[in-house]
């Protein structure tokens, strides 16, 4: 028998207890912004009046360096759009652009992002951007709840990675913010992300999804450590239960670790203790009494070698 809890049941009891948890906090709590549930943002009404609107090679003959730049850009496709003028080139983010330019360039005549509200502009770029599995969720995202926009990240002018647009490449991106998790990948033991091996995005989704943490999930919306990890996926004959029901977050430290493996105990019997007592007083079957924690009985997996599951023996022996 398998017991798989699936990703999106976990899911849905996180929803669950989600909901009931922001009522007792809106009650208490009138922030601007609920930091527990998303809220629907309102989007950019783009302005459709055509006369509005001057074009990209108008704003070129001003900003000729910006537009030099912009052609080589993926957004120099938005100009070949058969939409309306306000879904293309520049005026797609800036909005329109005729009072600015018969201002002589007024620049209180323009949206110019800077020192705009987070929201503004992240608005601009959804309504672009929002369809699509990566990018749907960004409203309920950490990051757009602690008011870091898209250009926190991206920069449609000045980007020093050309790929994707961005700021700064991966890791020292995330590292610009998340300073304290640098650390974690300087452990002993680790995720090679510092050495390009892997992404942070690999396994979180910086635009937001439905699990905590920002997590990805598989395709089979399991755990997105069985992305790489396919020979942990099972399904087993014997599953060892909580590989599936609490993760496999339970046994290791995901980022990096002072221990061999990942693991969060430096002695293994110490990590299984946690669960497998020595005593019978829970429904997690208890150490065999022979198992007398003598050096001998303390590496667990020198005879339970099949320790995420087993296909042959009841007890992971192979
Ligand atoms: C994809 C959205 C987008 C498009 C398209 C776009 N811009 Fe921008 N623009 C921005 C953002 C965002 C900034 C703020 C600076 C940054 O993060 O790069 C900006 C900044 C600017 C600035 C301020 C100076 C600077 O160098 O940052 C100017 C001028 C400008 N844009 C002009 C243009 C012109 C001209 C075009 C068309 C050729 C254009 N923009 C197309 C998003 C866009
Ligand atoms: C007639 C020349 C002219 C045209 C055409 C023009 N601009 Fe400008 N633009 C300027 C000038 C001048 C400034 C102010 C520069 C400054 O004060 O640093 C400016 C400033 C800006 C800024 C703000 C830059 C900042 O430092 O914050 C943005 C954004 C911008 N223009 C976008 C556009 C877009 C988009 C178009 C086309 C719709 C356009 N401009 C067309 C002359 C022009
Ligand atoms: C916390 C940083 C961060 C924020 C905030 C962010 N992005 Fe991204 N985005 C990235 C990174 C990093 C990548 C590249 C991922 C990779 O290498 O696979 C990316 C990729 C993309 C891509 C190209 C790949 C794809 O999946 O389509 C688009 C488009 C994009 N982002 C748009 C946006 C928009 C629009 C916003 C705001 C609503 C936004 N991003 C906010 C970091 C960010
Ligand atoms: C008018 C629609 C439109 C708007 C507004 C818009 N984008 Fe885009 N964006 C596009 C299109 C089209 C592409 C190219 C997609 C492709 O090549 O498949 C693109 C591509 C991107 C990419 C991927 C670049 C790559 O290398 O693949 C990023 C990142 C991105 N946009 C970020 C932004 C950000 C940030 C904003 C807001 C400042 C924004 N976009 C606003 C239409 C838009
Ligand atoms: C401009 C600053 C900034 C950048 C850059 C940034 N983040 Fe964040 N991130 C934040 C803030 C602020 C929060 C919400 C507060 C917190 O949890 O630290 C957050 C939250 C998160 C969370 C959720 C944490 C939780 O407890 O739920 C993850 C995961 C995350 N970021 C990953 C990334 C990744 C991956 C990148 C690089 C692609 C990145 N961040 C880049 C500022 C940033
Ligand atoms: C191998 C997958 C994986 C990679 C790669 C990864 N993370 Fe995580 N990260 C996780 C998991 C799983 C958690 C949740 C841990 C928990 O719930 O205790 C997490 C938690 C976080 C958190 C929440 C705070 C915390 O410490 O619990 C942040 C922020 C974060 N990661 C940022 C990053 C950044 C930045 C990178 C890249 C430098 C990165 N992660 C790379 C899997 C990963
Ligand atoms: C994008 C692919 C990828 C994802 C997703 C991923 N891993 Fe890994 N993992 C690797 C690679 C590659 C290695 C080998 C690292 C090396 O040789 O430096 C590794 C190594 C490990 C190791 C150490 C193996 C050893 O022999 O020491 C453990 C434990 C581990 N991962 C657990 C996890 C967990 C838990 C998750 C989910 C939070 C996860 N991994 C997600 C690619 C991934
Ligand atoms: C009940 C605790 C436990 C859980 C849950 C668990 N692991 Fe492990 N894992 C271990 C132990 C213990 C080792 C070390 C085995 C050894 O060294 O003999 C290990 C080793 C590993 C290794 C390196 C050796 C190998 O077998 O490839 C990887 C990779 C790994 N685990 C990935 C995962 C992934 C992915 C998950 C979630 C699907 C997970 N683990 C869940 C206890 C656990
Ligand atoms: C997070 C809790 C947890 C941890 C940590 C844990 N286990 Fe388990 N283990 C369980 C549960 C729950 C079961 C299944 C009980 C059932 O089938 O009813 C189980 C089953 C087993 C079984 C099979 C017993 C049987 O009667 O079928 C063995 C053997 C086992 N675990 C060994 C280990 C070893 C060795 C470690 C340390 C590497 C370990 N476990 C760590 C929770 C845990
Ligand atoms: C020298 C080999 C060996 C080592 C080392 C070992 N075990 Fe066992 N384990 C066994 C044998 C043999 C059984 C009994 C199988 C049977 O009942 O047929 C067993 C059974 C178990 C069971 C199942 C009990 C039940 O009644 O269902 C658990 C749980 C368990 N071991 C956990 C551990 C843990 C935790 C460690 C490390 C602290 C460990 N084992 C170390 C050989 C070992």
């Not at 800036?94 to 705009?116: A, N, R």
């Not at 920069?155 to 590292?175: D, G, I, N, R, W």
């Not at 998790?181 to 999804?209: A, Y």
């Not at 909580?242 to 990590?271: D, F, I, W, Y």
Request: charged share 25%; net charge positive.
């Amino acid at each position: 028998m398998t017991r798989r809890l699936r990703l999106w049941q976990v899911v849905v009891f996180a929803a669950l207890a989600c909901s009931a948890g922001t009522a007792a906090f809106s009650d208490t709590n009138n922030k601007k912004k609920n930091k527990d549930e998303p809220q629907a943002q309102k989007s950019y009404g783009r302005p459709t009046d055509p006369s509005l609107y001057v074009g990209s090679d108008t704003c070129r003959t001003c900003h000729e360096d910006i537009f030099k730049n912009f052609e080589t850009t993926p957004h120099w496709k938005t100009t070949f759009t058969k939409k309306g003028p306000e879904w293309q080139g520049c005026e797609a983010c800036h909005g329109p652009g005729k009072e600015h330019v018969e201002g002589g360039g007024d620049k209180s005549k323009i949206f110019t992002f800077k020192d705009k509200p987070a929201e503004q502009v992240s608005n601009r770029c959804l309504g672009c951007h929002e369809y699509g599995e990566e990018h749907a969720n960004f409203d309920r995202s950490q990051h757009n709840i602690n008011d870091v926009s898209c250009i926190a990240c991206h920069s449609p002018h000045h980007a020093k990675e050309k790929q994707f647009l961005l700021v700064t490449k991966q890791p020292e991106l995330c590292y610009g913010c998340h300073t304290d998790i640098k650390q974690d990948f300087n452990r002993p033991f680790r995720h090679r992300v510092e050495q390009g091996l892997i992404q942070c995005t690999d396994c979180h989704n910086q635009h937001g999804g439905f699990l905590t943490k920002q997590l990805r999930a598989t395709a089979a919306q399991d755990q997105v450590c069985f992305k790489c990890h396919v020979d942990k996926t099972g399904p087993f004959a014997f599953e060892h239960v909580p590989v599936k029901t609490e993760g496999c977050g339970s046994c290791h430290q995901p980022h990096g670790s002072t221990n061999p493996r990942l693991l969060k105990r430096a002695q293994m019997n110490l990590l299984c203790l946690e669960c497998h007592t020595l005593t019978q007083d829970s429904s997690v079957p208890s150490l065999p009494s022979f198992h007398n924690q003598s050096q001998k009985y303390q590496a667990c997996t020198s005879c339970h070698v099949q320790i995420h599951g087993s296909n042959f023996d009841e007890f992971f022996f192979k």
